[in-house]
């Protein structure tokens, strides 16, 4: 499917538009509608960590107070793919 270029406008967009611009382009790509942004937040993290990034470093790009939060998305046994990522065009 063929998206309009996107326009910037001074309206900010609500959480609910970002999520249901998200399943559209996963419905679109054939992949899970359950992902969600939270997904691919997880999925940047665990590839920094996976990669040898300093996990002082991704701790920080995270926002996290505590680095055992940041581990956690380290150890996901499920995980989504730079493949699946990417796979997705907005």
């Known amino acids: ?3 309009p270029p996107m326009k ?15 399943k559209r382009r ?5 992949l899970s509608v359950r992902l969600s942004p939270h997904s691919f937040r997880v999925t940047t993290i665990t ?6 990034v300093a996990l002082e470093d991704v701790q ?3 926002g ?8 956690l998305h380290g150890r996901r046994d ?4 730079r493949n699946i ?5 907005i």
């Open 60 to 62: 920080r790009l995270a």
């Open 78 to 81: 499920k995980k989504i793919t």
């Open 26 to 30: 996963l419905k679109d790509a054939g």
């Open 1 to 3: 499917m063929e998206y």
């Open 8 to 22: 910037f406008s001074v309206t900010p967009m609500h959480v609910i538009d970002i999520c249901r611009m998200m």
């Open 64 to 71: 996290h107070a505590d680095p055992r939060t940041t581990r």
């Open 85 to 89: 990522v990417e796979r997705i065009s």
């Open 47 to 52: 590839d920094l960590l996976e990669h040898g």
